[in-house]
T-cell receptor, first 114, second 113 residues
Framework: NAGVTQTPKFQVLKTGQSMTLQCAQDMNHNSMYWYRQDPGMGLRLIYYSASEGTTDKGEVPNGYNVSRLNKREFSLRLESAAPSQTSVYFC?????????????FGSGTRLTVV | RKEVEQDPGPFNVPEGATVAFNCTYSNSASQSFFWYRQDCRKEPKLLMSVYSSGNEDGRFTAQLNRASQYISLLIRDSKLSDSATYLCVVNTDRGSTLGRLYFGRGTQLTVWP
C-alpha cells in the first residue's frame, strides 16, 4: 500500500538553482495537489490538478510550475529557488467522486534554500 | 478572512482528561468537513469525517453546526499518544466541480502523564 510517494524527502538548494519535486499515487485518484506548510501559516495550496491534462493555480503559485504527466504523477518545479521557498512540501491526492473522503498525503519534502 | 479558523492552542492536558477543539468556517456553501491529525514532522492523516448528525469513533466525537458554521472535535479519556496537531478541514465543492479542501492552521495538543 504505497499510497502517495514523494521524492526527494530532503533537499538543500542554493538561491537560483532549479529542481523538480516528484509525486506519484497508485490509488487511481483523479485529483492531485501540491501544498506547502510553514510554521504559523498552516497548509497553503500551490497548484492542483482536477484530472489528467489539467492544472490550476492555488493560493500561492508564484515561483512554481507543475506538470500532470499522467493520472499517477504530478510534479512541482521550482525554476529559480528563493529563500522564501524554504518550506515543507506535501503532495496529496483525492478521488473526485468521493466527496466525503479527504486527502491522502505523501510524507513530504523538506526543502531549504540558502 | 480565512476560510477556516481554529484556536491554535496549545492545549496541555493530563492523561484521562476530556478536551474539545473548535473550528469555524466562512463559506456557507461548504459541503463536507474533516478532522486531520498531524504528528510532528509527519504528513497530515485523516482522523475522521464530520457528518451533519454528528459522529463518534471510539473516544473521538465530531459535531457540525451548519447554522453557526461551526465544527468541533471532542477527545475523551486522553492518551499520551493523542499528542499531535489537529487540523480542521473544509471542502468547498460546488456540485460536481473539483473537490478542494481548506485547512485551518491547526490546534496543538499535548497530553502529559
Amino acid at each position: 500500500n504505497a499510497g502517495v510517494t514523494q521524492t526527494p524527502k530532503f533537499q538543500v538548494l542554493k538561491t537560483g538553482q532549479s529542481m523538480t519535486l516528484q509525486c506519484a499515487q497508485d490509488m487511481n485518484h483523479n485529483s492531485m495537489y501540491w501544498y506547502r506548510q510553514d510554521p504559523g501559516m498552516g497548509l497553503r495550496l500551490i497548484y492542483y490538478s482536477a484530472s489528467e491534462g489539467t492544472t490550476d493555480k492555488g493560493e500561492v503559485p508564484n515561483g512554481y510550475n507543475v506538470s500532470r504527466l499522467n493520472k499517477r504523477e504530478f510534479s512541482l518545479r521550482l525554476e529559480s529557488a528563493a529563500p522564501s521557498q524554504t518550506s515543507v512540501y506535501f503532495c496529496a491526492s483525492r478521488d473526485l467522486e468521493g466527496a466525503n473522503y479527504g486527502y491522502t498525503f505523501g510524507s513530504g519534502t523538506r526543502l531549504t534554500v540558502v | 478572512r480565512k476560510e477556516v479558523e481554529q484556536d491554535p492552542g496549545p492545549f496541555n492536558v493530563p492523561e484521562g482528561a476530556t478536551v474539545a477543539f473548535n473550528c469555524t468556517y466562512s463559506n456557507s456553501a461548504s459541503q463536507s468537513f474533516f478532522w486531520y491529525r498531524q504528528d510532528c514532522r509527519k504528513e497530515p492523516k485523516l482522523l475522521m469525517s464530520v457528518y451533519s448528525s454528528g459522529n463518534e469513533d471510539g473516544r473521538f466525537t465530531a459535531q457540525l453546526n451548519r447554522a453557526s458554521q461551526y465544527i468541533s472535535l471532542l477527545i475523551r479519556d486522553s492518551k499520551l499518544s493523542d499528542s499531535a496537531t489537529y487540523l480542521c478541514v473544509v471542502n468547498t465543492d460546488r456540485g460536481s466541480t473539483l473537490g478542494r479542501l481548506y485547512f485551518g492552521r491547526g490546534t496543538q495538543l499535548t497530553v502529559w502523564p
